[in-house]
């Protein structure tokens, strides 16, 4: 069997929950259990996951899973209804909710107990501490002392590679043979091939190499079909380095699985508003706030889904999800990304450097290098541009980074178009780099070489975006009617894009012969006045 339920029980009593449920999350996922041929075997290992969710206090998941259970139950041949009854209460009796007292003990106490005398709970709190107060070393002793005595803490797996540790170094922590202790034996047969893979994806992973780590998931998703957990890390990197279209999906996959999760759901939101998908963004928040509404999770989607309306209401909601939990990465981003918008780049320099400190993705390095920029300080998004291609060297989106900075100041510019080209050289289909080039070229006053690179993308990627640029382009060089057909393309494409819009109510003012950037008329400003002040007492 690929995942041994001995292992999701005795990680269940010694309290590790995270670590039963994603554990539990590969048990029922895995192509090796027919649910047609041994629905028995399928309802068990639903069981044994609700039990596990349950405790961790995901109780709308542990419902959902429990009710699998028994849809799988009801078709259990009647010859096999005892023994399966039996064979499920087995599963309930040594993990039924009742049945574990934690023990409170004090961090100092724990010190004093020397390593080989504490238990698995007491290492996995230990490292967990140990993380919190950033002090490494102890957290890495610690975190290896769990897997040494159990291979299948998948909190530990992830915490050990986002620590640094490489995966040889972890897989060689897993016990190899029996040992009187009665610790968990690894079988380093085909059916625990998959944990080691899994090790090397989420190495992969916490070094930046995005590309490796998604093949490897996508290689452990096909052994493990429809695993929600495998779907949302995939999700989560493909987010980081851009792959929107392909995030959403895995996404909306997840939520189609297990419509009760809400590990990673800020990250759909924001990929959400990105797409300007307003109501699916309405109906996430809406269905989160009625799963847990106390997760930080909750508070970043609120935030997201608020940007729109109110950024200083949406800042309070992000700064609410980092007081939830201080280690939550998204509420650090959403913080920054807020503060960049209200003008206050010193503040968003702040929030990114504490995302950057959990864990230093292209997000973090991007929000920097922007705010930087912000407030004129070349020097420092320079060296943060550079910090990130030195930690991505095969990343596009790295090497754009430092064009930007280039691009910035315009002794600079031929600097910036080198690290463009290089950046689509190295990534073709990245629009980011493309638009970039374009508005480099725009600069410089070449705007048919603007229009031949966009139209060249256009023909492989139908993107609302790149019609934008282009209109802009067309605009600029009075060719009106180019510029309003893609402005019309683009609407088509994403009605909710704002740059389309205002870019077409520039547009309307041109053709009518007006400056768009003339002020309105006295007696206009007046009559909108008194509009928006009768609106107002209307609301009152």
Request: aromatic fraction near 8%.
């Given at each position: 069997?690929?995942?041994?339920?001995?292992?999701?029980?005795?990680?269940?009593?010694?309290?590790?929950?995270?670590?039963?449920?994603?554990?539990?999350?590969?048990?029922?996922?895995?192509?090796?259990?027919?649910?047609?041929?041994?629905?028995?075997?399928?309802?068990?290992n639903l069981v044994l996951l609700g039990d596990?969710?349950?405790?961790?206090?995901?109780?709308?998941?542990?419902?959902?899973?429990?009710?699998?259970?028994?849809?799988?139950?009801?078709?259990?041949?009647?010859?096999?209804?005892?023994?399966?009854?039996?064979?499920?209460?087995?599963?309930?009796?040594?993990?039924?909710?009742?049945?574990?007292?934690?023990?409170?003990?004090?961090?100092?106490?724990?010190?004093?107990?020397?390593?080989?005398?504490?238990?698995?709970?007491?290492?996995?709190?230990?490292?967990?501490?140990?993380?919190?107060?950033?002090?490494?070393?102890?957290?890495?002793?610690?975190?290896?002392?769990?897997?040494?005595?159990?291979?299948?803490?998948?909190?530990?797996?992830?915490?050990?590679?986002?620590?640094?540790?490489?995966?040889?170094?972890?897989?060689?922590?897993?016990?190899?043979?029996?040992?009187?202790?009665?610790?968990?034996?690894?079988?380093?047969?085909?059916?625990?091939?998959?944990?080691?893979?899994?090790?090397?994806?989420?190495?992969?992973?916490?070094?930046?190499?995005?590309?490796?780590?998604?093949?490897?998931?996508?290689?452990?998703?096909?052994?493990?079909?429809?695993?929600?957990?495998?779907?949302?890390?995939?999700?989560?990197?493909?987010?980081?380095?851009?792959?929107?279209?392909?995030?959403?999906?895995?996404?909306?996959?997840?939520?189609?699985?297990?419509?009760?999760?809400?590990?990673?759901?800020?990250?759909?939101?924001?990929?959400?508003?990105?797409?300007?998908?307003?109501?699916?963004?309405?109906?996430?928040?809406?269905?989160?706030?009625?799963?847990?509404?106390?997760?930080?999770?909750?508070?970043?989607?609120?935030?997201?889904?608020?940007?729109?309306?109110?950024?200083?209401?949406?800042?309070?909601?992000?700064e609410k999800s980092i007081k939830i939990d201080?280690?939550?990465?998204?509420?650090?981003?959403?913080?920054?990304?807020?503060?960049?918008?209200?003008?206050?780049?010193?503040?968003?320099?702040?929030?990114?450097?504490?995302?950057?400190?959990?864990?230093?993705?292209?997000?973090?390095?991007?929000?920097?290098?922007?705010?930087?920029?912000?407030?004129?300080?070349?020097?420092?998004?320079?060296?943060?541009?550079?910090?990130?291609?030195?930690?991505?060297?095969?990343?596009?989106?790295?090497?754009?980074?430092?064009?930007?900075?280039?691009?910035?100041?315009?002794?600079?510019?031929?600097?910036?178009?080198?690290?463009?080209?290089?950046?689509?050289?190295?990534?073709?289909?990245?629009?980011?780099?493309?638009?970039?080039?374009?508005?480099?070229?725009?600069?410089?006053?070449?705007?048919?070489?603007?229009?031949?690179?966009?139209?060249?993308?256009?023909?492989?990627?139908?993107?609302?975006?790149?019609?934008?640029?282009?209109?802009?382009?067309?605009?600029?060089?009075?060719?009106?009617?180019?510029?309003?057909?893609?402005?019309?393309?683009?609407?088509?494409?994403?009605?909710?894009?704002?740059?389309?819009?205002?870019?077409?109510?520039?547009?309307?003012?041109?053709?009518?012969?007006?400056?768009?950037?003339?002020?309105?008329?006295?007696?206009?400003?007046?009559?909108?006045?008194?509009?928006?002040?009768?609106?107002?007492?209307?609301?009152?």
């Open positions: 069997m690929d995942v041994p339920k001995e292992q999701i029980t005795a990680l269940l009593d010694n309290a590790l929950f995270n670590s039963a449920q994603l554990l539990g999350s590969f048990l029922v996922s895995s192509s090796t259990v027919n649910a047609e041929t041994s629905p028995h075997l399928k309802a068990e596990a969710l349950f405790r961790e206090r995901e109780y709308r998941r542990a419902i959902h899973t429990y009710k699998q259970a028994l849809q799988y139950y009801k078709i259990i041949p009647k010859q096999n209804s005892t023994s399966s009854r039996s064979a499920l209460s087995a599963s309930n009796s040594s993990s039924s909710p009742n049945s574990f007292n934690i023990c409170a003990i004090n961090e100092n106490e724990m010190e004093g107990i020397p390593s080989k005398a504490r238990n698995l709970q007491m290492s996995l709190l230990m490292a967990k501490l140990y993380r919190n107060t950033k002090h490494t070393r102890g957290a890495v002793t610690c975190y290896r002392e769990c897997l040494r005595q159990c291979p299948y803490v998948i909190e530990a797996i992830i915490a050990l590679a986002e620590l640094g540790a490489s995966a040889k170094d972890i897989i060689s922590l897993f016990p190899q043979t029996p040992n009187r202790g009665g610790r968990a034996q690894l079988d380093h047969g085909d059916s625990s091939r998959w944990l080691q893979r899994y090790v090397e994806a989420q190495c992969c992973i916490a070094s930046n190499d995005y590309k490796g780590g998604l093949e490897l998931l996508a290689e452990l998703l096909q052994r493990f079909p429809n695993n929600t957990h495998i779907l949302l890390e995939m999700a989560k990197v493909e987010a980081i380095i851009g792959k929107n279209d392909e995030a959403i999906m895995n996404f909306e996959k997840v939520r189609s699985i297990d419509p009760y999760v809400v590990t990673y759901m800020d990250e759909y939101a924001m990929l959400l508003k990105m797409k300007s998908d307003y109501s699916k963004l309405n109906k996430l928040v809406h269905d989160l706030l009625s799963i847990d509404p106390t997760r930080p999770e909750v508070f970043v989607a609120l935030s997201v889904l608020w940007e729109r309306k109110d950024e200083r209401g949406a800042l309070s909601y992000a201080e280690r939550h990465i998204p509420g650090y981003l959403m913080k920054g990304n807020l503060l960049l918008a209200l003008k206050r780049p010193e503040s968003a320099v702040m929030a990114f450097r504490g995302a950057q400190e959990l864990r230093a993705d292209l997000r973090s390095y991007q929000g920097l290098v922007h705010s930087y920029l912000a407030f004129s300080k070349v020097k420092e998004a320079l060296y943060a541009a550079r910090e990130a291609m030195k930690a991505m060297p095969q990343s596009a989106k790295a090497l754009k980074l430092v064009g930007d900075v280039h691009a910035s100041n315009s002794g600079g510019r031929e600097k910036a178009k080198k690290f463009y080209e290089s950046a689509l050289r190295l990534e073709p289909g990245y629009l980011g780099a493309a638009l970039a080039l374009a508005e480099l070229h725009v600069i410089e006053g070449r705007n048919g070489d603007a229009v031949s690179l966009l139209e060249r993308y256009l023909k492989d990627w139908a993107d609302d975006s790149l019609h934008v640029k282009l209109a802009q382009v067309f605009a600029a060089t009075n060719m009106l009617q180019d510029s309003l057909s893609h402005y019309q393309s683009a609407l088509r494409i994403n009605p909710q894009n704002e740059a389309a819009k205002k870019g077409l109510e520039r547009l309307e003012k041109q053709m009518k012969g007006v400056d768009p950037d003339a002020p309105e008329e006295e007696e206009e400003n007046e009559v909108d006045d008194a509009d928006a002040e009768q609106e107002e007492a209307e609301l009152l």
